[in-house]
């Protein structure tokens, strides 16, 4: 019997591992479905005026994308969040994550910009307070403030189409 305890510890962590690994990170459950949007005070990216997040959310149904200039998966999205600016009713909320302001400048005006408002997160504090831990980060918020999606990573067509539709409006599917 005590030759088979190690033999069920391995089989245990082995279990848990391979799980753990197929596990998909883009739908890691966050604290903050089905709540409000935090009350976070962040600094406006061109004027450095004091923002209050959750008041940009007044009767309007937004989309808050956590990107950087250094992230390469970011820039393989943002095509698509230009897409989504020009071909939705939605406001498109950035936040400019762990970045310098002069990059983020330079990578908006080579790459666009799809956002009606942007704030700087130069040392991660709202990203910390947002649950993020990688980027790009996206959150689809109702008009009221209340947090309806989370998702980690990448937005393409097919997470667009299965993902974030299926909470807006007839008229933006």
């Not at 391995?10 to 903050?32: C, G, H, Q, R, T």
């Not at 230009?82 to 939605?90: E, H, R, S, V």
Request: a negative charge.
């Amino acid at each position: 019997m005590k030759k088979l305890i190690p033999l069920i510890v391995f089989v245990i962590i082995a279990v848990f591992l391979f799980l753990s690994l197929n596990s998909n990170k883009d739908e890691l459950p966050s604290p903050l479905l089905g709540k409000m949007f935090p009350v976070i005070e962040g600094k406006d990216f061109y004027t450095d005026e004091t923002i209050i997040v959750a008041d940009l959310f007044d009767n309007k149904m937004s989309l808050v994308n956590v990107w950087a200039s250094w992230c390469t998966t970011c820039r393989k999205e943002h095509q698509m969040i230009m897409n989504i600016a020009k071909n939705t009713d939605l406001q498109i909320i950035g936040i400019d994550y762990k970045d310098t302001r002069e990059n983020g400048a330079q990578y908006l005006e080579i790459m666009g910009n799809p956002f009606d408002e942007i704030l700087f997160d130069p040392d991660g504090k709202i990203g910390l307070d947002l649950g993020v831990y990688a980027t790009p980060e996206t959150f689809l918020v109702n008009e009221e403030g209340l947090i309806l999606y989370k998702h980690i990573g990448e937005i393409n067509q097919n997470v667009w189409e299965k993902n974030f539709v299926v909470h807006l409006n007839p008229i933006e599917s």
